[in-house]
């Protein structure tokens, strides 16, 4: 299998995010549903990424084809569009898979008032691989990433919704330790937009402290 690299996303990126994003989320939709919808995603990846004073987010991309020794940057790590790295690359691979990680805490339960944000826990959304890559273990892969990035940022935990009816996704995450946690009754819960019908089951991990070498 070709080789696969994992790391936050850059300008690049950017387009190839927003094609993976739709074509693994909105499959069915065609010309000019798609155009709109891909268009959306690339506005949304530049300006949504910017987040409130003491708040985390990143999107992590599985480059595929993309050997970093040798790869020629420009720019600066240093340099930063909302979330998103400001190098440049001159040697392109080919973006197979993207989750997005943060500290905002949008989407956990709280029992106090929603603008009451949790605090130590990193969330996972848009975890999403193209069709001819995935059995790869990429999702795997960006998971480990994530919670290797929610310990940087110093969480305690990390959460994430999965369709209550994706049973492979359920079976994904619980092979990588996270278990089903029962929303106490009357807490406020905003969860993610979707459709209606779409039922979520709230999932979490507790991250060990990194291992002193």
């Given at each position: 299998s070709p080789e696969i690299v994992v790391r936050e996303a850059r300008i690049e990126?950017?387009?190839?995010?927003?094609?993976?994003?739709?074509s693994c989320f909105f499959p069915n939709y065609t010309f000019p549903l798609d155009l709109m919808l891909r268009v959306d995603r690339?506005?949304?990846m530049l300006s949504g990424f910017t987040v409130q004073h003491g708040t985390r987010r990143t999107c992590?991309?599985?480059?595929?084809?993309?050997?970093?020794?040798?790869?020629?940057?420009?720019?600066?790590?240093?340099?930063?569009?909302?979330?998103?790295?400001g190098k440049f690359s001159l040697h392109?691979?080919?973006v197979a898979g993207i989750l997005t990680v943060d500290t905002v805490a949008d989407f956990l339960p709280r029992k106090g008032p929603l603008r009451q944000r949790r605090?130590?826990?990193?969330y996972i959304s848009n975890v999403a691989v193209r069709e001819k890559f995935r059995r790869k273990g990429i999702a795997k892969r960006l998971i480990a990433k994530a919670e290797?990035?929610?310990?940087?940022?110093g969480c305690r935990s990390i959460a994430?919704?999965?369709?209550?009816?994706?049973?492979g996704a359920t079976k994904l995450y619980k092979g990588q330790g996270f278990k089903c946690v029962k929303v106490p009754e009357g807490a406020n819960w905003p969860q993610p937009k979707n459709s209606p019908d779409v039922k979520f089951k709230f999932m979490m991990k507790l991250l060990k402290a990194p291992t002193a070498s």
């Open positions: 990126d950017i387009w190839e995010v927003a094609e993976t994003h739709c690339l506005v949304a992590l991309v599985a480059v595929v084809g993309s050997r970093m020794d040798e790869t020629f940057f420009l720019g600066s790590e240093d340099f930063k569009v909302g979330g998103l790295d392109r691979g080919y605090t130590g826990i990193a290797a990035q929610a310990r940087g940022w994430l919704h999965c369709d209550f009816n994706n049973l």
